[in-house]
């Protein structure tokens, strides 16, 4: 099929609730659409059996519609949408893509070219047909899979428990059995620092979501402040629970421009949150009656714990909120929306580096508010339990849950939202991963290839793919959510794969091994 610009005296306005709105007046909508996107017209090869025109509402996650019902040629291309929604938006930044997407049999199916591709899913369309067009905010770049591992990383003599790009991607922290904590440079791939001072193996580790500091806690229930670019400890190291320490959560960026506050989890059944920067407890959070196994920070600060309960927490009053009840077993994960934004704070794909921290904090604040925006301004949590289900959660909001999940058949490891919230995955016992609907909870689709365990998975900066690591000694590679079989198998690890993370900037994957190496993975 041919496409050929028309000419500026052949553009007309566009059909706008059954009205034609003209294109003489520049503050008119059809004219802001017809001058912000080309207009085509088929000269070939078009099945005469399509109409020229289709119907479409357009509609944001939640439902909420855009305009009105928009008459627009069948030909439009997914560039053409997008200059619509920027139009109807009234959008200042032209550069964020939209992806769109229409429900068909309970699925969503994605525009990839032009509109009339949908009419392999909907023959009954036709000029009386109104199409919902279901619009997102997608990656500004694309992350190319990996496929071949370019380097392996020797250093550690136990097995590797925790990998851990930084916000901007150009450090990995690893941590594990032999007590060390080391950094790399990922540019050339070489040690950075060996850093000692545990006493008993790394359990858990996290960087502030500005990048600049680093935190590891291990079983004796003591946690350390790390300088990445000095390789030193930052003050004492702090005994902060009688048992081991099962979680680590930064205050979200956004929140604090100072990125001074730390939530810490431990098997003694407590929470609690600390200022790093003078070392001292600020409050404790009792309430769960057994080992707290994660702990989150968004909007507010989520635990989840052997006792079978989720306590959600107000940090600044130190009151417990809520509790969330429904599993009926050990709670092991816990995945936020708002995970991924929280995490790489104000960083993006072009390693960007702010002059200040108020800078930092601005560009923070703003990436975060409009995936607010984006996502109807609702944090949806999901937890994982031995009880092989999953409960999805608007912790905010209420104690009851959205929706069960289930279909794994043995204990659920973890759970990981995709970056832009759309899916969410889960990795079990049972060897197989399963992909949910990020907003409905609705299954998708089950990955299969494993033939152990599945313990940890990480998703590309733009949600398209999917790593997990196993019990049989591999990482494979996922298309999402169009793939269910293995887009490619990562070998080389002699052992069991503990550790995973996905580089926020795309380039590169980690993963950390019983047999005490790390491996890199590229295109």
Not at 95 to 110: L, M, T
Not at 244 to 261: F, M, Q, Y
Not at 319 to 335: D, Q
Not at 379 to 401: A, C, I, N
């Amino acid at each position: 099929m041919t496409l050929t610009e028309l000419s500026d005296d052949k553009k007309g306005g566009i059909a706008w609730g059954g009205s034609l709105v003209g294109s003489e007046n520049p503050n008119n909508l059809g004219y802001r659409y017809s001058t912000a996107t080309k207009r085509y017209r088929v000269v070939e090869s078009t099945p005469t059996s399509l109409p020229s025109n289709l119907q479409i509402q357009f509609q944001n996650r939640e439902g909420k519609e855009l305009a009105g019902i928009l008459d627009v040629p069948t030909n439009s291309s997914v560039d053409d949408l997008n200059a619509l929604v920027h139009a109807l938006l009234e959008a200042d930044d032209k550069r964020i893509p939209y992806a769109f997407y229409a429900k068909i049999n309970g699925d969503d199916v994605e525009v990839t070219d032009i509109l009339s591709e949908l009419f392999e899913h909907f023959p009954d369309l036709s000029t009386e047909s109104v199409l919902q067009l279901t619009y997102q905010p997608r990656a500004v770049f694309r992350v190319r899979p990996v496929t071949r591992c370019s380097d392996t990383l020797p250093g550690h003599t136990e097995a590797i428990l925790h990998v851990s790009y930084a916000p901007h991607g150009r450090l990995l922290a690893s941590g594990g059995g032999d007590t060390m904590v080391r950094f790399w440079d990922i540019l050339t791939a070489t040690p950075k620092f060996t850093c000692a001072g545990h006493k008993n193996h790394v359990l858990c580790t996290a960087w502030s979501p500005n990048g600049e500091r680093f935190v590891s806690g291990d079983r004796n229930g003591v946690w350390i402040l790390w300088d990445p670019a000095k390789g030193t400890a930052i003050g004492k190291h702090v005994k902060a629970h009688k048992q081991w320490i099962t979680g680590l959560a930064w205050e979200p960026l956004h929140a604090n421009s100072k990125c001074e506050r730390l939530a810490t989890s431990s098997k003694d059944g407590t929470l609690k949150v600390w200022n790093v920067r003078t070392q001292s407890c600020l409050v404790t959070l009792s309430g769960h009656t057994d080992s707290v196994e994660a702990v989150k920070w968004g909007e507010l600060v989520y635990s989840a714990s052997r006792d079978r309960t989720i306590k959600v927490w107000n940090p600044d009053r130190g009151i417990l909120v809520r509790t969330l009840t429904g599993h009926g077993h050990r709670i092991n994960t816990l995945a936020l929306s708002s995970d991924y934004v929280n995490r790489v704070g104000p960083f993006d794909h072009k390693n960007t580096k702010f002059e200040s921290e108020e800078a930092a904090y601005k560009a923070a604040k703003e990436k975060y508010e409009e995936f607010k925006r984006n996502q109807g301004g609702v944090e949806r949590l999901v937890s994982g339990s031995d009880d092989f289900t999953l409960f999805l959660w608007h912790p905010q909001e209420s104690k009851q849950p959205i929706k069960r999940l289930t279909g794994h058949q043995q204990a659920v490891n973890q759970i990981v939202f995709s970056p832009d919230a759309r899916y969410f995955a889960s990795a079990s016992f049972d060897k197989k991963v399963k992909i949910w609907n990020g907003f409905s909870g609705d299954f998708i689709s089950t990955l299969t290839g494993h033939v152990g365990a599945v313990y940890q998975v990480a998703w590309s900066a733009d949600s398209r793919y999917l790593v997990s690591a196993s019990k049989d000694s591999t990482a494979k590679l996922w298309e999402v959510p169009s793939g269910k079989r293995a887009k490619g198998t990562l070998p080389g690890h002699f052992d069991e794969v503990y550790a995973l993370d996905w580089s926020p900037t795309g380039g590169s994957v980690a993963t950390g091994s019983k047999d005490r190496t790390i491996k890199i993975w590229k295109h």
